[in-house]
Structures are given as structure tokens and as C-alpha cells.
């Protein structure tokens, strides 16, 4: 079955369409955005970030923050520059959307994890103010910031390795990606296309995703799509804004057959958009085409990898391996 939003929230066409796409809203928040006048003349983003003299350096005070840090303090030369996909949770509000607890409690199950061990994934991420993730082939990047002060940073599992940025931060994922990473992070490196897009992503959004169109599905790269970005939240259930963008504006009589995929779609310029919503019991009887789909396949991968993310550290807390204290980047476990 196909879904053709990008997210899978047209389920059998089972779905609640809420007021249309607020088109002023989004260009005031992203005024680069494909469908927004005037889009070339908005100020972008410098491809090179200031000269830093270590992993992951950030500016303090008086200092002026390299212009690859975004507002949330990622620094988006720690992305693959050819990244097949990309995507931010906001780990700060989790705790204020019930739901999301729940779907991660879904998801989680989905990928074998135990209660416990899925409560204990939801209180890594809400416990952090912004996971990002980098997805390249089978190469998986991870940028955590907001690290808590009394944290540690569980041994990483076979295969990766974890290198603190500083006490608020920590690089993870595959190994070579991350010395890789590691290398860009002291350099002027440029953005890619994607990391250039997170960057200007709305800061207050949930969970953000964006990705090449083959993550979309056959039949967007069949209709010509370049990329698809998507923004969720998960108060009450699941709702989301997808844009699906092109080279250049598209005839839709062209593409109708895709376009009869993703319920009351509009076309602006060379974009393709689609707002969706999903109750909580909807999402719940879907949560096997959800994991299968874009949104559930990036959220999955943080999920998954919200094991090894700094945790908090109390008396209740069972180490599986020994902890060295008195590190400069925090206490963390060794194998």
C-alpha cells in the first residue's frame, strides 16, 4: 500500500483534514521556503562555519557563534554533507505531549523493546533538549544537546563510539562516521543541501524530518520530486505539514495519479503540500504502516538509539558497565 504522504497519515484515505495550509505562517517562520515569494532574495545561511580550535566548540560569551549553529545549539557540520535523510526531535517537550509517550511506547514495542526499556528511552529523550540525527546508507549520525549536568553517557554498542562536545553535548553513532564528523566539526566545512535546509527549520517544532524522494516513495520520484520535508507533532495524536518540492513547477494534470495519493493536496510553485491529522486510536490501529513510513522510520532510528544517550544518574539507576567519574565531558560507562 502505498502512502503517500510522506508520514503515511493517508491511511486507506482515513483521516481528518483541519483548516488548509497556512501559507503566511509558514514563510514568516521560513521565508526560504520553496512556495514563499520572494525566496531568493532571503538571507541564506553561510555555507562555512567560523574556525573552531576543538571538537565541537561553541561560542561563549562575547564570542560570535559560527554560523553552522542553529538556534537550538546543533552544529550542522556534524551531518553527512550527502545525507540521505535528516531529523530533529525535541526532546524538551516530550514531556508536555502525553501521546508522544505513547507513541514511543508503540514504536519501541515494535522494534522488541520491553516496557521498561521503552520508559526508559522516553526518559533519555525527554531528559535532553534536541536529538538530531544524520542518515547516510547504513551510517548513522547522531547530535545530542541539552546534556543534563548529572548524566552519564552509557558505553556505546558494538560498532560506535561517543565523543563529548564540551559537558552539554555528545557526537554518536558509527564509528568512521563519527571521526569523520569529528573532522568537520574543527573545520570551515561547507553544508549540504539537507543540513542547510535543517538549519532553517522552524526552531518550536516537535519532530522535523526532510530527505531524498526516494524515502517518499517510488511513486514521488516517479512524479519528479526532488525532496519532501515534514513537520510533526504529537500533543493529542499525530498531525503533520508535508512539502514535497521540485526542480521547477509541475503541470498537475502530469502528476494527478500521485497526487490522488495524498488526500486535499495544494500546489504552490514548485511544491506540493499536505497538512494531516490522526486521532490517537487511529494511529494506534496503524502503527505498522507508521513504523514502515519516513516519520516512523527516522523516529525509529532515534528510538533505537536512545539507549546509549546520556541518562540521568540516581540511586534507582543500574550501571551495565563500570562508570568512570571526573571526565571532562561527564561521567560515563566503560566496556
Not at 552509557?154 to 564528523?181: E, R
Not at 511544491?271 to 513504523?291: F, K, P, W, Y
Not at 522510520?297 to 536512545?306: D, E, F
Amino acid at each position: 500500500m502505498l502512502f503517500g504522504l510522506a508520514c503515511a497519515f493517508c491511511l486507506d484515505g482515513q483521516y481528518n483534514q483541519k483548516k488548509g495550509f497556512d501559507f503566511t505562517e509558514a514563510c514568516f517562520r521560513n521565508p526560504r521556503l520553496p512556495y514563499c515569494p520572494g525566496r531568493d532574495f532571503a538571507p541564506k545561511p553561510d555555507p562555512k562555519g567560523g574556525k573552531t580550535s576543538g571538537v565541537g566548540r561553541y561560542a561563549t560569551a562575547g564570542e560570535t557563534a559560527p554560523s553552522t549553529i542553529d538556534a537550538a545549539g546543533i552544529d550542522w557540520r556534524f551531518a553527512d554533507p550527502d545525507a540521505d535523510a535528516l531529523a530533529v526531535l525535541n526532546g524538551s517537550k516530550l514531556s508536555a505531549a502525553p501521546f508522544a509517550h505513547s507513541l514511543i511506547d508503540l514504536l519501541g514495542s515494535k522494534q522488541g523493546l520491553t516496557q521498561d526499556e521503552a520508559q526508559s528511552v522516553f526518559g533519555a529523550l525527554s531528559g535532553i533538549n534536541q536529538v538530531a540525527l544524520s542518515v547516510r546508507g547504513d551510517k548513522i549520525l547522531l547530535m545530542v544537546t541539552g546534556r543534563p549536568a548529572d548524566s552519564i553517557l552509557p558505553a556505546p554498542k558494538a560498532g560506535w563510539k561517543a565523543v563529548p562536545l564540551g559537558t552539554s553535548a555528545v557526537l554518536m553513532g558509527n564509528a568512521d562516521a563519527v571521526d569523520q564528523a569529528s573532522q568537520r566539526l574543527t573545520m570551515d566545512s561547507a553544508l549540504g543541501d539537507l543540513p542547510s535546509a535543517a538549519q532553517q527549520r522552524p526552531g518550536d517544532s516537535e519532530f522535523w524530518t526532510a530527505g531524498s524522494a526516494k524515502l517518499a516513495g517510488q511513486e514521488a520520484v516517479s512524479a519528479g520530486v526532488k525532496r519532501f520535508e515534514l513537520m510533526a507533532s504529537m500533543r493529542d495524536g499525530l498531525a503533520s505539514d508535508t512539502i514535497f518540492e521540485f526542480d521547477a513547477a509541475r503541470d498537475p494534470s502530469a502528476i494527478k495519479t500521485w497526487l490522488s495519493t495524498l488526500g486535499d493536496a495544494k500546489m504552490e510553485g514548485n511544491a506540493v503540500l499536505v497538512r494531516t491529522t490522526m486521532g490517537a486510536d487511529e494511529t494506534r490501529r496503524n502503527v505498522s504502516q507508521i513504523g514502515a513510513s519516513p516519520l516512523g522510520q527516522r523516529l525509529g532510528a532515534i528510538i533505537s538509539s536512545a539507549r546509549y544517550l546520556p541518562k540521568r544518574d540516581t540511586e534507582a539507576t543500574v550501571h551495565a558497565h563500570p562508570v568512570i567519574y571526573g571526565l571532562d565531558g561527564g561521567p560515563r560507562e566503560v566496556k
